[in-house]
């Protein structure tokens, strides 16, 4: 019974996803747990070993950015031999069939675009790249960086660079226009996230404002304001079926 209840749900989802003209999906960090990437923020995550107030705020980085550089080599060892998972597959899969228009995440793995995703705005940034904040060189990161005895220096104007990612106290990216796509979405698909903190916890409530529906995609619901349909379980696990749903 329940499996038919399951597929009933995701049928119900699919046509809704087929009638929708500016689908749009927001990821977080559950999307990519099947990928071996644990959410910083549970029992055992980065947060657990590197506190962020001391490891992760811009204010660390410019007064010790050795010790910011701790951090950012240990969140490099997680990230390096990560791999899409079919959650991220799926979503790749709806943009190449022109369903999905596109992908807003808070994930700085890149497995989206490995997935082969190609409208993909980060919110949070990106771990693939170096930036340095004193005269703004914008690098491609690689896995000798993050094994240098001392943090890696602009060839530029020979400040540390850090990882384009957004630590505590800087602001986030693309934040104009991504309220800008979501002010036009009419489906939200929310995967992998409770869009608690802010600015991602804003974006549902801007989908709803505008009539649109929205689509949780977690193990347990936790989306406010409550969504239109709520698919339980692994990502990796119901997208690929909502997908052959779509797609058939």
Known sequence: MKKNQDRD????????LAR?????????????V????PDFRSPGGLWSRFSPDEYATMEVFRRDPARAWQL????????????PNPAHLALARLEQAGVLRGVITQNVDNLHQA???RDVLEIHGDHQHLQCLGCGRLEPADEA????????????????LKPNVVLF???????????????????????????????AAGLPRIVRAHGGLL????????LAPASDFFVAGPAERSLPRLVDLVLS
Not at 9 to 16: E, Q, S, T
Not at 72 to 83: P, T
Not at 145 to 160: I, K, L
Not at 169 to 197: F, K, W
């Open 9 to 16: 749900l995701l049928v119900r989802v699919a046509r809704a």
């Open 20 to 32: 929708a003209a500016h689908p749009l999906a927001l990821t977080g960090a559950g999307i990519s």
């Open 34 to 37: 099947a990928s071996g990437i």
């Open 72 to 83: 950012f080599r240990a969140m490099a060892a997680i990230l390096q031999d990560a791999r």
């Open 115 to 117: 997935a082969g995703s």
């Open 145 to 160: 960086h993050y094994h240098m005895e001392e943090p890696p220096r602009c060839p530029d104007c020979g400040r540390v």
């Open 169 to 199: 106290g800087e602001p986030v990216r693309h934040l104009e226009e991504i309220q800008a796509r979501v002010a036009g979405c009419d489906l939200l698909l929310v995967i992998g996230t409770s869009a608690q903190v802010h600015p």
């Open 215 to 222: 689509v949780e995609f977690n193990r347990e619901r936790a």
